[in-house]
């Protein structure tokens, strides 16, 4: 990070995950489900990035599955949506868990997740490129939202 950039701080607070299925880590952390990390992101600093609609701030969504992960923005007013090519989505994903938390690391982002027994589990931890890559100001960005889903098979 070059000696220009300015940093933003937000106070540091866990981010609840809704798991909604009964065995949620049977085998393997993301067992037929999806992590969804969402930050928001001003639509003036994505500029021509920018999903259409009119919502002055878009949602940037990181969902990672068992084996993959995508990254999108999205309006949210209008819920258009456009796919980032990162580059690397398609390179494999690594998920380490150990008894109470997991961590999924690509070549673009690392991320620790608690799973204590009888408490939802927790988003600890952050970090990756994709806001160099939107060629966005250098900073911290703290994750609005972060939510493990049941997928639904077709």
Same mark, same amino acid.
């Given at each position: 990070?070059?000696?220009?950039?300015?940093?933003?701080?937000?106070?540091?607070?866990?981010?609840?995950?809704?798991?909604?299925?009964?065995?949620?880590?049977?085998?393997?952390?993301?067992?037929?489900?999806?992590?969804?990390?969402?930050?928001?992101?001003?639509?003036?600093?994505?500029?021509?990035?920018?999903?259409?609609?009119?919502?002055?701030?878009?949602?940037?969504?990181?969902?990672?599955?068992?084996?993959?992960?995508?990254? @999108?923005?999205?309006?949210?007013?209008?819920?258009?949506?456009?796919?980032?090519?990162?580059?690397?989505? @398609?390179?494999?994903?690594?998920?380490?868990?150990?008894d109470d938390s997991f961590c999924v690391e690509s070549s673009t982002f690392r991320c620790f997740i608690a799973t204590p027994a009888n408490s939802p589990a927790r988003l600890l931890y952050i970090r990756t490129s994709i806001f160099e890559q939107l060629k966005l100001p250098g900073g911290r960005y703290?994750?609005?939202?972060?939510?493990?889903?049941?997928?639904?098979?077709?």
């Amino acid at each position: 990070m070059s000696a220009h950039h300015t940093t933003r701080s937000t106070p540091h607070r866990p981010i609840e995950v809704a798991i909604q299925k009964e065995e949620p880590f049977a085998n393997h952390p993301l067992n037929n489900q999806k992590l969804t990390i969402t930050w928001k992101v001003s639509r003036r600093a994505l500029g021509d990035q920018a999903p259409a609609g009119t919502s002055l701030a878009t949602n940037l969504e990181l969902n990672i599955t068992q084996y993959a992960y995508d990254w @999108s923005l999205i309006d949210p007013k209008s819920d258009q949506r456009i796919k980032i090519n990162d580059h690397q989505s @398609s390179t494999p994903i690594s998920i380490t868990q150990t008894d109470d938390s997991f961590c999924v690391e690509s070549s673009t982002f690392r991320c620790f997740i608690a799973t204590p027994a009888n408490s939802p589990a927790r988003l600890l931890y952050i970090r990756t490129s994709i806001f160099e890559q939107l060629k966005l100001p250098g900073g911290r960005y703290t994750p609005a939202i972060s939510t493990i889903t049941a997928q639904i098979e077709n």
